[in-house]
């Protein structure tokens, strides 16, 4: 399937010229007409096209104050696609309101340095001139969720740690295969939906978006989910709006009620389970395990290779467990880049937002483990 052939972002009418098939890297930002066309055709030209490195799926995620930006690098064998968000730190109620600096992360999901097609010193070449402009920036610190398909990066200028595992499920197997591969418990609750009842429909346009957030809102609360969890309606109005032809929603229904919704979002090889929830008279019928089930064979029908489902909010938590259900063989690590750029001012952020809880009157310490610590 050339899922690229769709409408998030049109495919240029004509590769780039002669003079541009090598660059120096360069630094997009996506609001800039030009900068978001160069964007998009290199974009269209890497094999893998994953949606979540496409400026439309990037944008999505910036807030008023941020910019979604890619560091870019055109090479005659392929090139480097880096997107970020650059977020200035003085938005920030802790932070102080004169700062020049910021930091960059990458968007929901998960991201790059997405690379392909490099020689010997490109990737050298590359960050060089990365870490000389983030400097120049005054960025503080980097942090980027990466890629669980590691063919697809470049090796990352900085730490990386682990943080659980995620299971991605292939699909490119027959129905009988696809079936044994699954756990029992899955097996189980896939004929007890059938048996009840539930229909699987398939949603590209988005008509039953209100029924999808309702139940994606009340599962984040049953989870408690963190705040950075949660979307707006308008966000999902933007995400249908500039993602049209790279998803469908999924909702399993029983007589005319939703009990389990889900968004499936493609990449040109494989897909993600993105976002969804079911709700609690779902359980018992089996609602989401048919919808897992259908969703696979609809991606493999579309010559889709893999569905990436994701981990969970803690290691070896339900959601976890869960999704082992539909196969163990998958498992991938998912991987945390990090990089501080400037330790003596991520140190004074530190302190800064320390000391802001405490005038609000509250106690607060940075989360173990989360970076930057003073984004905790």
Same mark, same amino acid.
């Given at each position: ?17 002669? =003079? +541009?098939?090598? !660059? ?13 066309? #160069?964007? $998009?055709? @290199? ?106 398909? =590691? +063919?697809?990066? !470049? ?13 991605? #499920?292939? $699909?490119? @197997? ?125 991606? #493999? ?76």
């Amino acid at each position: 399937m050339d899922v690229a052939s769709t409408t998030a972002g049109t495919r240029p009418a004509a590769p780039p010229s002669a =003079s +541009e098939s090598v !660059l120096e890297p360069a630094f997009l930002d996506a609001s800039r007409t030009r900068d978001h066309e #160069r964007w $998009v055709e @290199l974009w269209w030209d890497w094999p893998s096209r994953d949606i979540m490195a496409h400026p439309d799926y990037v944008r999505l995620f910036a807030r008023p104050e941020d910019r979604a930006m890619a560091a870019i690098f055109r090479t005659a064998g392929g090139g480097i696609l880096y997107p970020f968000l650059l977020r200035p730190l003085a938005a920030e109620p802790w932070a102080p309101p004169e700062s020049g600096s910021c930091d960059l992360a990458t968007p929901y999901g998960y991201g790059g340095p997405f690379a392909w097609g490099l020689r010997p010193g490109e990737a050298g070449r590359f960050w060089n001139r990365f870490d000389t402009w983030a400097i120049a920036q005054g960025v503080t610190t980097s942090f980027a969720r990466l890629s669980l398909f =590691s +063919e697809q990066l !470049l090796p990352w200028n900085g730490d990386v740690v682990p943080s659980g595992p995620n299971v991605v #499920r292939h $699909v490119d @197997l027959s129905n009988e295969a696809l079936w044994n591969d699954y756990r029992q418990e899955a097996r189980k609750y896939i004929t007890r939906a059938r048996e009840a009842g539930v229909r699987i429909v398939f949603d590209p346009a988005g008509k039953k978006l209100a029924e999808f957030q309702e139940i994606y809102t009340a599962t984040m609360d049953r989870r408690n989910a963190s705040e950075r969890y949660y979307f707006p309606r308008e966000f999902f109005d933007r995400f249908i709006a500039s993602l049209s032809g790279h998803f469908t929603f999924v909702h399993a229904i029983l007589g005319q009620r939703v009990l389990s919704s889900e968004i499936l979002l493609f990449s040109q090889e494989h897909a993600y389970s993105y976002l969804g929830g079911t709700l609690p008279e779902g359980f018992p019928v089996g609602a989401n395990y048919l919808l897992k089930n259908e969703s696979f064979k609809y991606c #493999r029908d579309m010559g889709i290779g893999a569905v990436v489902l994701g981990g969970g909010y803690q290691p070896n938590d339900g959601i976890l467990r869960y999704k082992r259900h539909f196969g163990l063989s998958g498992e991938r690590p998912f991987l945390l880049g990090q990089r501080t750029y400037d330790a003596e001012a991520a140190g004074q952020l530190l302190d800064r937002r320390r000391s802001w809880e405490a005038a609000q009157g509250r106690r607060w310490s940075p989360a173990s483990g989360y970076f930057p610590h003073y984004r905790s």
